[in-house]
């Protein structure tokens, strides 16, 4: 069975901290990996898109290590609105798009 | 642009009714729609891809006469919940993959069913 592992959380972090969330996963044959937001009660929102040399995005640094099958993510200076639950996603095939999703990792920013 | 509509966004039921999911891709068309299930505090499961004109695949698991998919169009799949019992009750989201991208899939706000 193909699996996306994360730590489910709560992480509880001030405003203004730096928070790294972590994912694994089991199909060492994965072609693109991507990190999605999912604020309570709605749908998936992609964040952004995980390539091997690690990118940026703002705040936001993803970080990807095919070798040990781990996706990180980096968010620097939270803010409020940065609460929500976090998903790795993991598309297994590729020219398609079979997503994969974690359970998410739950982010709470507070004053 | 990639717009993914879904109707209704919520409904509530009675036990033994079926309910009808509309999901539209409105600002462009889609080769392929997924339909996934989330319950609370779990990861979305695919239930089933649907490509226009053919039938759906669904995934290991999931009944193929109690959820219907009908991909009628390149811009319109349906998702009809038979005989709904309040096991079903859940969040439903379809999403859809564009022709000329093939490998990002646009989500739907979702649609929550509850049945009592």
């Known amino acids: 069975r193909k699996e996306v592992e994360q730590d489910p959380g709560p992480f509880n972090v001030p405003e203004g901290a730096t928070v790294a969330f972590n994912c694994t996963y089991s199909n060492s044959a994965s072609q693109s990996f991507f990190w999605y937001r999912q604020d309570c009660r709605k749908e998936p929102k992609l964040l952004m898109s995980?390539?091997?040399s690690g990118n940026e995005d703002g705040r936001f640094t993803a970080q990807l290590n095919r070798a040990s099958q781990y996706i990180s993510l980096l968010i620097r200076d939270s803010k409020l609105s940065d609460s929500a639950t976090y998903l790795c996603v993991v598309n297994e095939v590729s020219g398609y798009s079979t997503l994969t999703f974690g359970k998410g990792t739950m982010l709470l920013v507070s004053p | 642009g990639a717009v993914v509509s879904q109707h209704p966004s919520w409904v509530i039921c009675k036990s033994g009714t079926s309910v009808k999911i509309e999901c539209r891709s409105l600002?462009?068309?889609?080769?392929?729609m997924f339909w996934y299930r989330q319950f609370p505090k779990q990861s979305l499961m695919l239930m089933a891809t649907?490509?226009?004109?053919?039938?759906?695949?669904?995934e290991q698991g999931v009944e193929k006469d109690k959820f219907l998919i009908n991909h009628a169009s390149l811009t319109l799949s349906t998702l009809t919940v038979t005989s709904a019992h309040p096991e079903d009750s859940s969040f439903y989201i379809c999403?859809?993959?564009?022709?000329?991208?093939?490998?990002?899939?646009?989500f739907g706000p979702g649609t929550r069913l509850l049945v009592l």
């Open positions: 600002d462009f068309q889609a080769t392929t």
């Open positions: 999403s859809a993959s564009p022709l000329d991208r093939k490998e990002t899939q646009y």
């Open positions: 649907s490509n226009e004109g053919s039938k759906a695949t669904y």
């Open positions: 995980v390539y091997s």
